[in-house]
């Protein structure tokens, strides 16, 4: 994703806007500072979101076990417990 980022989408942006890459950049900074440092750091960023990602793939079982786990009288205790709260 950050080499197609980096190596087409972003080349591509100043000639789609019909503006110099220099124009771009420049227009970027000033108005998209964040994003223009985030660009520059996610060689940095994306290893630890791979990492994230990795340890969410490796317990999506866990999650969908999770999912069958009743929680519906969680609701009606919750509004029973504000109807009491009212009177």
Known sequence: MADQLSTE???ALPGALA????QFQSYMW???TQVTTGV??????????QVLV???????ANFRSA???PTSFLLQERSW????AEH
Do not use: H, Y
């Open 81 to 84: 417990s504000l109807s009491r």
């Open 40 to 49: 520059g750091q996610l060689d940095t960023i994306l290893p630890m979101f």
């Open 54 to 60: 990795a340890g969410v793939e490796t317990q999506a």
């Open 67 to 69: 999912d069958q786990i």
């Open 9 to 11: 989408t972003l080349p």
């Open 30 to 32: 000033e108005k998209f």
């Open 19 to 22: 503006i110099t890459p220099e």
